[in-house]
């Protein structure tokens, strides 16, 4: 019977997730309990900012990790690109392959990096993002079949392991984005209703003054939207 079949129990799982020191601690379990070799957790708040904004928690070989970081691979890397692009779950066979990829797996290779992966796309209500890849030295038919039965059980995963990278993200990030008194109280206006003509009224400042600041707080916080601004601020207990 399959490895992951007999150690895996859904509700414990995910107590064992939850309870974890940390997102490392997290993917190390889903590596424990799986069959797959590699296990890499990936957050994204904003795809356009992720060259300078990357958290990842991955039992990559360190030394594939920093060659990764080192030279900017996210760029040319053909799964992440499609995953952007499709803005699905990616199976890596799939993937249109160029010679740029080609280069790519070739040098990933070299660290003992399976050519069999699969990667599940997530997103929050807010709008924050994650993707969690599974990798290993599989033929392409039990890949395939691997994938297959696996994917009710992380799908189920997906959500806490989702919660504890985005949580530990923002810990060590929320003292970056700080806002001021001024945009905190533009954001709580417009977090009960309030128009930015009738929150200009409310703190005696121009309507165009109160779009500047929503302006910067979506800025800060990464969002594209004030709503999503609101959620992200109440979230993370900013207003």
């Not at 691979?73 to 799939?94: G, H, R, Y």
């Not at 945009?183 to 121009?206: D, R």
Request: a positive charge; charged letters at 25%.
């Amino acid at each position: 019977m399959d490895k992951w079949r007999v150690n895996m129990s859904i509700a414990g799982t995910i107590h064992r997730i939850d309870q974890a020191k940390n997102t490392q601690a997290a993917v190390q379990i889903i590596d424990e309990l799986f069959e797959h070799n590699y296990t890499t957790l990936q957050l994204i708040t904003n795809p356009h900012q992720m060259l300078d904004n990357l958290f990842v928690r991955s039992t990559y070989p360190k030394e594939w990790i920093a060659e990764y970081l080192l030279n900017n691979f996210l760029k040319v890397d053909p799964v992440f690109n499609q995953i952007i692009k499709a803005k699905e779950n990616v199976l890596w066979s799939e993937v249109p392959w160029t010679s740029k990829a080609s280069k790519f797996y070739e040098r990933a290779k070299r660290f003992g990096i399976g050519e069999s992966g699969y990667s599940f796309v997530y997103k929050d209500a807010i709008g924050i993002g994650s993707i969690l890849s599974l990798n290993a030295e599989m033929d392409r038919e039990n890949w395939s079949r691997y994938v297959t039965e696996i994917t009710p059980t992380i799908e189920e995963l997906i959500p806490v392991l989702h919660n504890k990278i985005a949580s530990e993200a923002y810990s060590t990030s929320i003292k970056s984005p700080q806002l001021t008194s001024r945009e905190k109280e533009c954001l709580h206006y417009s977090s009960i209703g309030k128009t930015n003509f009738e929150i200009g009224a409310i703190l005696s400042i121009s309507e165009h003054t109160v779009r500047s600041y929503i302006k910067t707080v979506r800025h800060k916080l990464d969002c594209v939207s004030v709503a999503q601004a609101v959620a992200k601020a109440i979230r993370f207990r900013i207003i």
